[in-house]
């Protein structure tokens, strides 16, 4: 019985800038019934101004690729940071190759949870994304999410924060429903038995255990095993 959804947001939760049609009913039924519904997205924290923007909210949020697991209110319940002098070496790292478009700058960051850069094409991302790998790949963990290069700290990422969460609710892997559409989010869908939206990358389906319609959609399906289960 699924007791934990854990969604990624951009492109499988809000998908051309509307959120799921179901998030006020299907999810909002699961949640009622005892289930957690919670983000787990690469932004970082200004998505807290993301959700009120868009009038959603969850019982717990898993930013920075699940790096930092908060609750609602903004208390923090485990967290992992780069050091900085590796984040510094992977700003000299980007800034020596020319067609990085942006990076983050070590003596502008307040926090180290995440490293980024981005380039104008996935592919170059995904290139870009194999050189970190082989040069701090002992160090950090590399993920691609679009155009854009996300890095954590080693043994970090969206399974990881998954599971931080469930240890936190006293929960089991089997209870968690993870869902996601890109490259970032293959290491939780796989680990821990996930789906992938309709829309998400060739590459994402190809590896996904399960294939759903929506977020709201499975969440449905969820509540009715309950119920069948529980009359």
Same mark, same amino acid.
């Given at each position: 019985?699924?007791?934990?959804?854990? &969604? %990624? @947001?951009?492109? /499988?939760?809000?998908?051309? *800038? $509307?959120?799921?049609?179901?998030?006020?009913?299907?999810?909002? !039924?699961?949640?009622?019934?005892?289930?957690?519904?919670g983000?787990?997205?690469?932004?970082? &924290? %200004? @998505?807290?101004? /993301?959700?009120?923007?868009? *009038? $959603?909210?969850?019982?717990?949020?898993?930013?920075?690729?699940? !790096?930092?697991?908060?609750?609602?209110?903004?208390?923090?319940?485990?967290?992992?940071?780069?050091?900085r002098?590796?984040?510094?070496?992977?700003?000299?790292?980007?800034?020596?190759?020319?067609?990085?478009?942006?990076?983050?700058?070590?003596?502008?960051?307040?926090?180290?949870?995440?490293?980024?850069?981005?380039?104008?094409?996935?592919?170059?991302?995904?290139?870009v994304?194999?050189e970190?790998?082989?040069?701090?790949?002992?160090?950090?963990?590399?993920l691609?999410?679009?155009?854009?290069?996300?890095?954590?700290?080693?043994?970090?990422?969206?399974?990881?924060?998954?599971?931080?969460?469930?240890?936190?609710?006293?929960?089991?892997?089997?209870?968690?429903?993870?869902?996601?559409?890109?490259?970032?989010?293959?290491?939780?869908?796989?680990?821990?038995?996930?789906?992938?939206?309709?829309?998400?990358?060739p590459?994402?389906?190809?590896?996904?255990?399960?294939?759903?319609?929506?977020?709201?959609a499975?969440?449905?399906?969820?509540?009715?095993?309950?119920?069948?289960?529980?009359?």
């Amino acid at each position: 019985m699924k007791k934990l959804i854990a &969604t %990624d @947001f951009d492109g /499988t939760f809000i998908r051309g *800038g $509307v959120i799921d049609p179901g998030y006020h009913t299907d999810i909002r !039924a699961f949640r009622e019934a005892g289930g957690l519904f919670g983000f787990v997205t690469g932004r970082g &924290t %200004d @998505f807290f101004d /993301t959700m009120r923007e868009y *009038g $959603v909210t969850a019982d717990y949020l898993l930013l920075y690729n699940g !790096a930092l697991l908060a609750l609602p209110d903004g208390t923090v319940v485990k967290e992992s940071l780069i050091p900085r002098e590796t984040y510094a070496a992977l700003e000299a790292f980007f800034a020596s190759i020319p067609d990085t478009c942006e990076y983050a700058h070590a003596g502008e960051a307040a926090f180290y949870h995440q490293y980024f850069a981005w380039y104008d094409t996935v592919g170059r991302s995904v290139e870009v994304a194999a050189e970190v790998e082989r040069s701090f790949g002992d160090r950090v963990t590399v993920l691609v999410n679009g155009h854009h290069i996300n890095i954590v700290k080693k043994g970090c990422g969206k399974a990881r924060g998954v599971r931080d969460a469930l240890e936190y609710f006293g929960l089991q892997e089997e209870e968690a429903a993870v869902f996601g559409d890109d490259f970032n989010d293959l290491d939780m869908i796989t680990a821990l038995d996930g789906w992938a939206v309709k829309s998400a990358r060739p590459e994402v389906l190809a590896k996904a255990p399960h294939v759903c319609e929506s977020v709201a959609a499975q969440a449905k399906i969820f509540l009715s095993e309950r119920t069948r289960r529980d009359p």
